[in-house]
Protein backbone atom coordinates (compact mmCIF):
# COMPACT_ATOMS: atom_id res chain seq x y z
CA UNK A 1 0.00 0.00 0.00
CA UNK A 2 0.87 3.31 -1.14
CA UNK A 3 0.01 7.08 0.36
CA UNK A 4 -1.03 10.05 -1.38
CA UNK A 5 -0.81 13.40 0.14
CA UNK A 6 -2.28 16.07 -1.42
CA UNK A 7 -0.49 19.61 -0.16
CA UNK A 8 -1.09 21.68 -3.52
CA UNK A 9 -2.96 24.85 -1.71
CA UNK A 10 -2.06 28.22 -0.76
CA UNK A 11 -4.22 28.21 2.45
CA UNK A 12 -5.22 31.40 2.01
CA UNK A 13 -7.39 31.12 4.77
CA UNK A 14 -4.48 31.08 7.39
CA UNK A 15 -2.71 34.07 5.99
CA UNK A 16 -0.46 35.78 6.12
CA UNK A 17 1.27 32.72 8.02
CA UNK A 18 1.38 31.47 4.62
CA UNK A 19 2.32 33.67 2.66
CA UNK A 20 6.02 32.67 2.40
CA UNK A 21 5.70 29.21 3.91
CA UNK A 22 2.95 25.87 2.56
CA UNK A 23 0.73 25.23 5.37
CA UNK A 24 1.88 21.69 5.64
CA UNK A 25 4.73 23.33 6.90
CA UNK A 26 3.32 24.73 9.55
CA UNK A 27 4.58 24.25 13.10
CA UNK A 28 1.90 22.76 15.84
CA UNK A 29 4.34 22.45 18.96
CA UNK A 30 7.85 22.97 17.22
CA UNK A 31 6.44 20.23 14.85
CA UNK A 32 5.54 20.92 11.48
CA UNK A 33 1.83 19.50 10.89
CA UNK A 34 3.55 17.73 7.48
CA UNK A 35 6.47 15.63 9.57
CA UNK A 36 4.05 14.31 11.96
CA UNK A 37 1.83 13.36 9.26
CA UNK A 38 4.89 11.12 7.56
CA UNK A 39 6.42 9.68 11.12
CA UNK A 40 3.09 8.32 11.41
CA UNK A 41 2.30 7.10 8.27
CA UNK A 42 6.02 5.22 8.30
CA UNK A 43 5.47 4.06 11.69
CA UNK A 44 2.38 2.16 9.98
CA UNK A 45 4.46 0.70 7.96
CA UNK A 46 3.79 3.14 4.59
CA UNK A 47 7.40 3.87 3.39
CA UNK A 48 6.07 4.75 -0.41
CA UNK A 49 4.56 8.27 -0.37
CA UNK A 50 3.15 10.55 -3.63
CA UNK A 51 3.23 14.17 -2.90
CA UNK A 52 0.77 16.34 -4.93
CA UNK A 53 2.10 20.06 -4.84
CA UNK A 54 2.11 22.65 -6.31
CA UNK A 55 2.28 26.61 -3.69
CA UNK A 56 5.57 26.84 -2.77
CA UNK A 57 6.46 23.28 -4.03
CA UNK A 58 10.24 23.42 -3.67
CA UNK A 59 10.03 24.05 0.34
CA UNK A 60 8.08 20.76 0.72
CA UNK A 61 10.57 18.81 -1.56
CA UNK A 62 13.27 20.17 0.62
CA UNK A 63 12.09 19.69 3.81
CA UNK A 64 10.85 15.75 2.94
CA UNK A 65 14.32 14.85 1.00
CA UNK A 66 16.27 16.58 4.10
CA UNK A 67 14.35 15.56 7.23
CA UNK A 68 12.66 12.06 5.47
CA UNK A 69 16.09 10.34 3.30
CA UNK A 70 14.79 6.76 3.99
CA UNK A 71 11.34 7.67 2.62
CA UNK A 72 10.50 6.50 -0.57
CA UNK A 73 9.39 9.75 -1.99
CA UNK A 74 7.65 11.05 -5.32
CA UNK A 75 6.44 14.36 -6.26
CA UNK A 76 4.11 15.18 -8.58
CA UNK A 77 2.96 18.81 -9.78
CA UNK A 78 -0.35 20.66 -10.20
CA UNK A 79 0.56 23.73 -12.14
CA UNK A 80 -2.99 24.47 -11.92
CA UNK A 81 -3.11 24.48 -8.55
CA UNK A 82 -4.67 28.13 -8.32
CA UNK A 83 -7.52 27.50 -10.20
CA UNK A 84 -8.36 23.64 -9.67
CA UNK A 85 -9.37 21.71 -6.17
CA UNK A 86 -8.64 18.47 -4.68
CA UNK A 87 -10.10 16.68 -7.19
CA UNK A 88 -7.92 17.74 -9.94
CA UNK A 89 -4.74 17.30 -7.68
CA UNK A 90 -5.55 13.48 -6.57
CA UNK A 91 -6.24 12.99 -10.48
CA UNK A 92 -2.26 13.58 -11.12
CA UNK A 93 -1.49 10.78 -9.03
CA UNK A 94 -2.76 7.81 -10.98
CA UNK A 95 0.81 7.37 -12.83
CA UNK A 96 2.47 7.02 -9.86
CA UNK A 97 0.02 4.78 -8.35
CA UNK A 98 -0.36 2.44 -10.81
CA UNK A 99 -2.07 -0.41 -9.75
CA UNK A 100 -1.62 -0.10 -6.05
CA UNK A 101 -4.19 0.44 -3.11
CA UNK A 102 -3.52 3.61 -1.45
CA UNK A 103 -4.27 6.18 2.23
CA UNK A 104 -4.90 9.89 1.04
CA UNK A 105 -4.25 12.52 3.31
CA UNK A 106 -5.28 16.09 2.90
CA UNK A 107 -1.90 17.47 3.92
CA UNK A 108 -3.63 19.84 6.51
CA UNK A 109 -4.88 17.37 8.82
CA UNK A 110 -2.72 17.01 12.61
CA UNK A 111 -3.80 13.29 13.63
CA UNK A 112 -3.10 10.60 16.09
CA UNK A 113 -1.62 7.76 14.96
CA UNK A 114 -4.35 5.50 16.42
CA UNK A 115 -6.31 6.93 13.37
CA UNK A 116 -4.22 5.47 10.68
CA UNK A 117 -3.77 1.93 13.03
CA UNK A 118 -7.59 1.63 12.54
CA UNK A 119 -8.28 2.43 9.06
CA UNK A 120 -4.91 0.48 7.68
CA UNK A 121 -6.57 -2.62 10.17
CA UNK A 122 -10.09 -2.18 9.58
CA UNK A 123 -11.97 -4.78 7.53
CA UNK A 124 -13.10 -2.14 4.84
CA UNK A 125 -11.28 -2.31 1.82
CA UNK A 126 -12.90 1.70 0.75
CA UNK A 127 -13.43 3.25 3.87
CA UNK A 128 -13.71 6.98 5.56
CA UNK A 129 -12.99 8.22 8.72
CA UNK A 130 -15.43 10.20 10.24
CA UNK A 131 -15.53 11.99 13.23
CA UNK A 132 -19.75 11.64 15.14
CA UNK A 133 -18.48 13.48 17.78
CA UNK A 134 -18.41 16.97 16.59
CA UNK A 135 -20.16 20.11 15.67
CA UNK A 136 -21.39 19.93 11.67
CA UNK A 137 -21.88 23.37 9.52
CA UNK A 138 -21.50 24.46 6.00
CA UNK A 139 -17.26 23.90 5.53
CA UNK A 140 -17.47 20.37 6.49
CA UNK A 141 -17.46 17.46 4.48
CA UNK A 142 -20.24 15.67 5.88
CA UNK A 143 -21.49 12.10 5.64
CA UNK A 144 -24.60 10.30 5.41
CA UNK A 145 -23.81 6.43 6.43
CA UNK A 146 -27.27 3.66 6.37
CA UNK A 147 -27.14 0.92 8.90
CA UNK A 148 -24.10 -0.88 7.87
CA UNK A 149 -21.90 1.91 8.05
CA UNK A 150 -22.23 1.89 3.93
CA UNK A 151 -21.57 6.47 3.25
CA UNK A 152 -24.56 6.59 0.96
CA UNK A 153 -23.54 11.11 0.34
CA UNK A 154 -20.71 12.80 1.32
CA UNK A 155 -20.01 16.23 0.67
CA UNK A 156 -20.04 19.93 1.86
CA UNK A 157 -23.72 20.31 0.44
CA UNK A 158 -24.76 17.22 3.22
CA UNK A 159 -27.40 18.81 5.63
CA UNK A 160 -26.21 18.40 8.90
CA UNK A 161 -29.49 17.05 10.38
CA UNK A 162 -28.80 13.87 8.11
CA UNK A 163 -25.17 13.36 8.44
CA UNK A 164 -23.45 10.60 10.71
CA UNK A 165 -20.16 13.04 11.09
CA UNK A 166 -17.24 14.32 9.79
CA UNK A 167 -15.10 12.90 6.84
CA UNK A 168 -11.52 13.77 8.37
CA UNK A 169 -9.61 14.07 5.24
CA UNK A 170 -8.69 10.34 5.17
CA UNK A 171 -8.88 7.93 3.22
CA UNK A 172 -7.89 4.10 2.39
CA UNK A 173 -8.99 2.96 -1.36
CA UNK A 174 -8.31 -0.33 -2.52
CA UNK A 175 -6.62 -1.41 -6.13
CA UNK A 176 -9.49 -2.17 -8.05
CA UNK A 177 -11.41 0.95 -6.46
CA UNK A 178 -8.12 3.12 -7.19
CA UNK A 179 -8.56 2.48 -10.75
CA UNK A 180 -12.26 3.14 -11.21
CA UNK A 181 -11.27 5.92 -9.31
CA UNK A 182 -8.81 7.90 -11.67
CA UNK A 183 -10.94 7.06 -14.55
CA UNK A 184 -14.07 8.78 -12.83
CA UNK A 185 -11.45 11.70 -12.20
CA UNK A 186 -10.57 12.05 -15.45
CA UNK A 187 -14.00 11.82 -17.03
CA UNK A 188 -14.56 14.91 -13.89
CA UNK A 189 -11.77 17.16 -15.03
CA UNK A 190 -12.11 17.01 -18.66
CA UNK A 191 -15.25 19.50 -18.46
CA UNK A 192 -13.22 22.81 -16.94
CA UNK A 193 -16.47 23.31 -14.90
CA UNK A 194 -15.41 20.54 -12.52
CA UNK A 195 -12.05 21.79 -12.05
CA UNK A 196 -12.87 23.09 -8.52
CA UNK A 197 -14.57 19.84 -7.64
CA UNK A 198 -13.15 18.10 -4.33
CA UNK A 199 -12.02 14.39 -4.37
CA UNK A 200 -15.91 13.71 -2.81
CA UNK A 201 -17.36 14.48 -6.12
CA UNK A 202 -15.60 11.29 -7.26
CA UNK A 203 -16.32 9.26 -4.43
CA UNK A 204 -19.98 10.20 -4.64
CA UNK A 205 -20.28 9.59 -8.58
CA UNK A 206 -18.46 5.70 -7.41
CA UNK A 207 -21.39 5.33 -5.02
CA UNK A 208 -24.09 6.18 -7.05
CA UNK A 209 -22.50 3.06 -9.58
CA UNK A 210 -22.64 0.88 -6.33
CA UNK A 211 -18.74 0.87 -5.40
CA UNK A 212 -18.45 0.60 -1.66
CA UNK A 213 -17.44 2.97 0.58
CA UNK A 214 -17.45 2.74 4.13
CA UNK A 215 -17.17 4.95 7.23
CA UNK A 216 -14.45 4.21 9.93
CA UNK A 217 -15.81 5.85 13.29
CA UNK A 218 -12.75 7.72 14.94
CA UNK A 219 -14.38 9.11 17.55
CA UNK A 220 -12.42 10.31 21.05
CA UNK A 221 -9.35 10.22 19.32
CA UNK A 222 -7.31 13.49 18.30
CA UNK A 223 -7.62 15.02 15.16
CA UNK A 224 -8.11 18.44 13.84
CA UNK A 225 -7.98 20.00 10.52
CA UNK A 226 -6.33 22.86 9.76
CA UNK A 227 -7.90 26.05 8.22
CA UNK A 228 -7.15 29.01 10.65
CA UNK A 229 -5.65 30.55 13.38
CA UNK A 230 -7.44 29.32 15.44
CA UNK A 231 -7.45 26.15 14.50
CA UNK A 232 -3.45 26.37 15.33
CA UNK A 233 -4.39 27.36 18.61
CA UNK A 234 -6.80 23.94 18.81
CA UNK A 235 -4.13 21.77 17.47
CA UNK A 236 -1.97 23.15 20.31
CA UNK A 237 -4.43 22.64 22.85
CA UNK A 238 -6.55 19.23 22.18
CA UNK A 239 -2.85 17.69 20.40
CA UNK A 240 0.06 18.91 22.63
CA UNK A 241 1.54 17.40 24.63
CA UNK A 242 0.87 13.93 23.47
CA UNK A 243 2.79 10.91 22.87
CA UNK A 244 1.24 10.40 19.39
CA UNK A 245 3.94 13.16 18.02
CA UNK A 246 7.01 11.31 19.98
Given at each position: MKAIILAAGVGSRIGPLTDNCPKSLLKVGGNPILGMMISHIQDCGINEIIFVLGYLQEQIKDYVKINFPDLSAYFVTNDKYAETNTGFSL??????????????????????????????????????????????????????????????????TVDPK???????????????????????????????????????????????????FYALDISGLKWTEIDTKEDLITAQKILLPSSCFQ
Amino acid sequence: MKAIILAAGVGSRIGPLTDNCPKSLLKVGGNPILGMMISHIQDCGINEIIFVLGYLQEQIKDYVKINFPDLSAYFVTNDKYAETNTGFSLMLAKELIKDSGFVKFDADVVFDKEILKKLIECEYTNCLCIDKNINLDAEEIKVIIDGQNKVIKTSKTVDPKDAAGESIGIEKIDSETAKLLFAELKIMMKDRQNHQEYYEGAYERLIEKNVPFYALDISGLKWTEIDTKEDLITAQKILLPSSCFQ
